[in-house]
């Protein structure tokens, strides 16, 4: 159940700032989304494999989903992606060369990965949906292929890893009664380059 006091902070990116956007995809045990991805193998919906395939489809970002964080400076407050800055992040990560920047629990532990495939769920029907995910429009997915065999095995067969998280570049500003509020210098309420947002905010 949401807490009405507790603030609510609104991400934004710059399309034009130079290194804001999604830098890496991590693969977590506990998404803040709290949507676990789905681990494709020969058994998987609507797939007809001879063998394991590798591959993690899941979602990254919920359009207008609240995210309780938690630090020292800020205490307990909330973080939205509109569905507007989600397209952005989509549009800058297209334009990177990023896909095979993929690790452990937001740690130097880089895995063997890439990104295969990343997408904007845009209508009703939609092939997430053959995955066993009913999410709302404007919901960014990705399947990501696991090369390594070994950590396939270690972590993803043993749920060590269920989700996916990020780690993203970018503003972020206040809400005010569902508004982004104008005058920010009282309320602490931009920081440049929220670097790694799902990790080092809880710091």
């Known amino acids: 159940m949401e807490d009405l006091d507790i603030p609510v902070y609104e991400i934004v990116l710059d399309e034009f700032e130079t290194g804001h956007g999604l ?36 979602p990254l970002l ?3 989903q609240k995210i309780l964080r938690e630090n020292k400076r800020l205490g ?15 549009g800058k990560y297209q334009h ?21 495939e990343i997408w904007i769920k845009e209508f009703a029907e939609d092939k997430s949906n053959a995955y ?9 997915f990705a399947k990501v292929k696991v090369q390594d065999t070994d950590f396939w095995a270690e ?24 508004k982004l509020e104008a005058d920010t210098t009282n309320y ?5 380059e929220v670097d790694l947002i799902l990790k080092n905010l809880e710091k």
């Open 96 to 116: 990177s060369n990023l896909s095979q920047s993929v690790n452990l629990y937001h740690s130097d532990k880089l895995v063997k990965a890439f990104t295969k």
């Open 76 to 90: 307990k407050f909330y973080i939205n992606f509109s569905a507007e800055t989600i397209q952005s992040i989509l």
């Open 23 to 58: 830098n890496r995809i991590s693969l977590v045990k506990n998404p803040a989304i709290k949507n676990n991805f789905i681990a494709l193998s020969d058994n998987s919906i609507k797939l007809k494999l001879d063998e394991d395939k590798r591959e993690l489809v899941g």
């Open 62 to 64: 919920i359009p207008n």
């Open 155 to 178: 972590y993803v067969k043993t749920s060590l890893v269920e989700g996916f998280s990020i780690e993203l570049v970018s503003d972020i500003v206040k809400k005010f009664e569902n």
């Open 188 to 192: 602490e309420a931009i920081f440049n």
């Open 132 to 140: 066993g995910f009913n999410l709302d429009i404007g919901t960014l």
